[in-house]
């Protein structure tokens, strides 16, 4: 019984420590445009990070953030 506590504590501890890294360590932002019907969506990326330094990484993480930009038709 005491195994499956611990278990079952230790899932909830990595979890926790998993998301204030994720939330904490993001790179940026990945902004999706859909304001023009009649094409797909933009893909926008605002870097919180220089260039240089990510393109030396393996992984970046960004959030994710909808966002309707005015185009300039």
């Known amino acids: 019984m005491e195994i499956i ?3 079952i504590l230790m899932v909830l501890v990595g979890i926790v420590i998993g998301r204030i890294v994720t939330l904490n360590g993001t790179d940026g932002f990945l902004i999706v445009d859909r ?3 009649d094409d ?3 893909l926008f990326v605002q870097l919180h990070k220089d260039v240089c330094k990510l ?4 992984c970046v993480i960004f959030r994710v953030s909808n966002k309707d930009i005015t185009s300039l038709k």
């Open 40 to 42: 797909g969506p933009y």
């Open 5 to 7: 506590i611990w278990s």
């Open 55 to 58: 393109s030396r990484r393996r």
């Open 35 to 37: 304001s023009d019907p």
